[in-house]
């Protein structure tokens, strides 16, 4: 029954204002006399009042700063391929995270710091691929300094590119 009356209030402020009870709710925050001025916004406008609401410059900043450094590496992938370098990226993703089990999440702390993982797949791939230079853009929070050990065992030298 709970459901039902849910879906009907929804379905009413849809019908009347355009919003589901969940984003109701979070528009009340905005001050008296604003409300329906914020309701015949359009969206490019409901999106500046909603970021004066809830800030989300910083969030904004790491997105754009994130495809920055993609495009930066894509660019310097590109160039050394183009002047008949081979080249073998090998990243790892925070989305791995997710189907982690509790118990590898307990041990993130050490390998964060060196992981085991990244470190035999990093040398297996030196060694198959016969790598003559490691280029490391960033360690965190998976595949860790590890990666700097592997080049270090198989006598390569390794290269840092720090961003911040």
Known sequence: MKKVIISEIDSFLIQQIGLTADEFSRIVLLPQGEFSAFLKQNSTEKQKTLSKLFPSEYYTKIV??????????????????????????????????????????????????????????????????????????????????????????????VVQTVHN
């Open 64 to 157: 754009e700063r994130v495809k920055t450094l993609a495009s930066e590496i894509g660019n310097e992938k590109k160039l050394l391929e183009e002047n008949g370098h081979e080249v073998f990226l090998y990243t790892r993703h925070n989305s791995e995270l997710k189907s982690m089990t509790k118990v590898q999440k307990l041990f993130l702390p050490f390998t964060t710091v060196f992981n085991l993982k990244t470190y035999r797949e990093v040398k297996k791939i030196i060694e198959e691929k016969k790598i003559d230079i490691l280029h490391v853009h960033n360690t965190l929070n998976l595949v860790s300094p590890s990666v700097y050990y592997a080049g270090f065992l198989k006598k390569i030298p």
